[in-house]
């Protein structure tokens, strides 16, 4: 139980510094369900193993185009979208895993990039001490984070 | 004294970034091209100098370490300073970057001024385009 709280906090902590570095979103943590409409992953292999799933919303996901290349509204498209949203789940995993253990080699996949919306349910398997279900806010966009462990 | 970079990742929208803070960081650049792997940034490199390659690590069909291989087994851009800057910050796998001839190393998420400093110790330039040798052995450079 308490390695599962401290897992926790180096996930929240790997997630706030890259979104706020990278992105200049700052996030609260929220305690509900996100409708996501778009969705990032990636996975790693190392002493541990284990996946990641980034759930956004198009307003966050739009947000963190125009913040982190300096563009309006206008200058966002799919592309740009998608190729954030990569990079978001590619640093959450890399930052977490030097968090979790900067002296051992993990390997991270290609992420992938999903064009898809759905409702992911924070609730629902948040008990579970091998997967994390956060979820956040910043401006009223939301944003959910779900990682399993094996 | 103006350079030509590679920035070498398979995100737009990540090359736009560090295109845009090398540019802000008083750099005199000449040319700034781009690849978005390592298979791309040798064809570009078959038809251009650059004086230094910033370039990702987890790349699809050919990756920031295989790159650093190829480079070393070309005589003509063996010499070219390479910067790896990636999510994959374990100090083995900087080790690794760094034996197999990478001279810089940024972690992400990254500040404008971690580019920065690290380019300095790189090409050995200070932000007025003065140029400045690096003295530096191995040992002495930050893993």
């Given at each position: 139980?308490?390695?599962?709280?401290?897992?926790?906090?180096?996930?929240?902590?790997?997630?706030?510094e890259v979104?706020e570095k990278m992105?200049f979103?700052?996030?609260?943590?929220?305690?509900?369900?996100?409708?996501?409409?778009?969705?990032?992953?990636?996975?790693?292999?190392?002493?541990?193993?284990?996946?990641?799933?980034?759930?956004?919303?198009?307003?966050?996901?739009?947000?963190?185009?125009?913040?982190?290349?300096?563009?309006?509204?206008?200058?966002?498209?799919?592309?740009?979208?998608?190729?954030?949203?990569?990079?978001?789940?590619?640093?959450?995993?890399?930052?977490?895993?030097?968090?979790?253990?900067?002296?051992?080699?993990?390997?991270?996949?290609?992420?992938?990039?999903?064009?898809?919306?759905?409702?992911?349910?924070?609730?629902?398997?948040?008990?579970?001490?091998?997967?994390?279900?956060?979820?956040?806010?910043?401006?009223?966009?939301?944003?959910?984070?779900?990682?399993?462990?094996? | 004294?103006?350079?030509?970079?590679?920035?070498?990742?398979?995100?737009?929208?990540?090359?736009?970034v560090?295109?845009?803070i090398?540019?802000i960081s008083?750099?005199?650049?000449?040319?700034?091209?781009?690849?978005?792997?390592?298979?791309?940034?040798?064809?570009?490199?078959?038809?251009?100098?650059?004086?230094?390659?910033?370039?990702?690590?987890?790349?699809?069909?050919?990756?920031?370490?295989?790159?650093?291989?190829?480079?070393?087994?070309?005589?003509?851009?063996?010499?070219?300073?390479?910067?790896?800057?990636?999510?994959?910050?374990?100090?083995?796998?900087?080790?690794?970057?760094?034996?197999?001839?990478?001279?810089?190393?940024i972690k992400k998420p990254f500040l404008p001024e971690d580019i920065r400093k690290v380019?300095?110790?790189?090409?050995?330039?200070?932000?007025?385009?003065?140029?400045?040798?690096?003295?530096?052995?191995?040992?002495?450079?930050?893993?």
């Amino acid at each position: 139980m308490e390695n599962t709280k401290k897992i926790q906090e180096l996930l929240m902590n790997a997630i706030f510094e890259v979104f706020e570095k990278m992105f200049f979103v700052f996030l609260e943590p929220l305690d509900e369900d996100v409708k996501y409409e778009m969705i990032a992953s990636i996975n790693f292999i190392g002493p541990i193993k284990g996946d990641i799933d980034v759930f956004f919303t198009r307003d966050l996901a739009s947000a963190m185009v125009q913040n982190m290349l300096g563009v309006d509204e206008v200058g966002v498209n799919l592309k740009l979208i998608e190729d954030c949203a990569k990079e978001a789940v590619n640093m959450i995993g890399g930052n977490f895993l030097q968090k979790y253990d900067s002296s051992k080699v993990f390997d991270l996949s290609i992420p992938v990039f999903k064009n898809e919306s759905g409702v992911f349910a924070t609730q629902e398997i948040a008990a579970s001490e091998t997967v994390w279900n956060l979820s956040f806010e910043s401006n009223e966009s939301l944003l959910g984070v779900k990682m399993s462990i094996s | 004294m103006s350079f030509n970079v590679l920035i070498v990742d398979d995100s737009n929208a990540m090359r736009a970034v560090i295109k845009k803070i090398v540019t802000i960081s008083g750099f005199q650049m000449d040319q700034c091209l781009q690849a978005g792997n390592g298979r791309e940034a040798l064809e570009v490199l078959a038809e251009n100098w650059v004086d230094v390659i910033i370039s990702d690590i987890n790349m699809p069909e050919m990756n920031g370490l295989e790159l650093l291989d190829q480079l070393k087994k070309n005589e003509t851009l063996k010499e070219i300073p390479v910067i790896m800057i990636t999510t994959e910050g374990s100090s083995e796998r900087m080790q690794e970057a760094f034996k197999r001839g990478a001279k810089g190393f940024i972690k992400k998420p990254f500040l404008p001024e971690d580019i920065r400093k690290v380019l300095h110790q790189v090409i050995g330039v200070s932000e007025n385009g003065e140029y400045k040798e690096d003295t530096r052995t191995t040992d002495e450079c930050d893993f």
